[in-house]
């Protein structure tokens, strides 16, 4: 599609190997760029937690914003899950840090250091994908670790007259089967649609400017619409990470309770 | 009709439903807006219903987009 010359929007979501790694089972294990970033997440995580579990006596700034983290996502699931879902924190906790930060690393603009590319890991659909599928096997093994056979239950709503129990059965199995493909595209998309949209209009831009003259003015224009849209982007990425973590404890809840 | 004009056309054809899950995704906080400044003390306790509304409204747009990206930059059949 892209052109010789153009931007190339969709560029900034190719998965490049940094160090060439070693062939398992003939696929090629590489060390990418990917992983890198993904490294980079981890450790400003642990550096965020570190900064913040001082177990001060008088908490400073710092201890305020990790504990607001924590209560935030405690409140989470003690909302959907009730007093029940305590045991499920570390894994809610863990999702909703790790795509909060995953999202806002890759909306820095960190691309204005030469040789730095920064690289949005939730934009690629085999991370969000593994995210999910990790929190739809935890519904599934809770659901019938806790409630055995009974837990086909879930999928028959209080009060369904028998008629219309095979239609149903098969609807809520349906909806319950797309669960974890609509939690991965959605966090996946979301980040893909912002990123590729402010690289458009940057390709307006450079092109703009190029073309000299009057149109100055579309740059101008391009560039303010870029600035609103970075903020709207940054609202995206804790609304995106926020209704993941909701949306992974709300389906705990069904495993957890049965309705 | 040469193909790759055809697939432009159709990844903006596809790109309408991202207008509609616009007007779906309005109308979730437009409706949360009314009823809570009618009962501002339940608006806190609604917010989580809030966004699970907003995300399952904004999901089939994101679906569309993506269903326009895939026509996009599909390989020319051959």
């Known amino acids: 599609m892209a052109e010789k010359g153009k931007i190339d929007p969709m560029h900034q979501f190719e998965v490049q190997p940094i160090i060439e790694g070693f062939e398992l089972f003939g696929q090629q294990i590489n060390f990418t760029n990917s992983a890198l970033w993904m490294f980079v997440v981890l450790g400003l995580i642990y550096l965020f937690m570190m900064g913040g579990m001082k177990r001060e006596l008088v908490p400073g700034r710092w201890q305020i914003m990790v504990e607001g983290v924590v209560g935030f996502v405690d409140n989470i699931i003690a909302t959907s899950i009730g007093p029940a879902g305590k045991k499920y924190t570390p894994w809610v906790f863990t999702l909703f840090m790790f795509i909060l930060f995953a999202n806002l690393l890759g909306m820095m603009p960190l691309g204005i250091i030469p040789g730095i590319h920064p690289f949005t890991v939730t934009s690629q659909f085999t991370v969000t994908g593994i995210l999910a599928i990790i929190s739809f096997s935890i519904v599934l093994i809770v659901g019938f670790w806790k409630h055995k056979l009974k837990f086909f239950s879930l999928f028959v709503p209080h009060g369904t007259p028998l008629p219309m129990i095979p239609l149903i059965f098969m609807v809520e199995l349906l909806s319950f089967m797309v669960r974890p493909f609509s939690l991965a595209l959605r966090l996946f998309v979301a980040m893909i649609a912002g990123h590729i949209l402010i690289k458009v209009f940057a390709n307006f831009v450079i092109q703009a400017i190029d073309a000299g003259g009057a149109s100055i003015l579309v740059a101008i224009l391009s560039i303010i619409f870029i600035a609103f849209v970075s903020a709207l982007e940054l609202l995206v990425c804790a609304i995106q990470a926020y209704v993941f973590a909701l949306l992974t404890s709300l389906y705990i809840n069904d495993a957890e309770n049965l309705h | ?78």
């Open chain 2, 1 to 78: 009709m040469d193909l790759s004009s055809a697939q432009v056309i159709g990844a903006g054809l596809a790109a309408i439903g991202v207008g509609a899950a616009a007007t779906g995704v309005g109308n979730v906080f437009g409706s949360f807006l009314e009823g809570a400044l009618r009962n501002p003390s339940a608006a806190d306790g609604q917010q989580g219903r809030l966004f699970i509304g907003f995300a399952a409204a904004e999901l089939l747009g994101l679906i569309a987009f993506a269903v326009a990206m895939i026509i996009l930059y599909a390989p020319p059949a051959a």
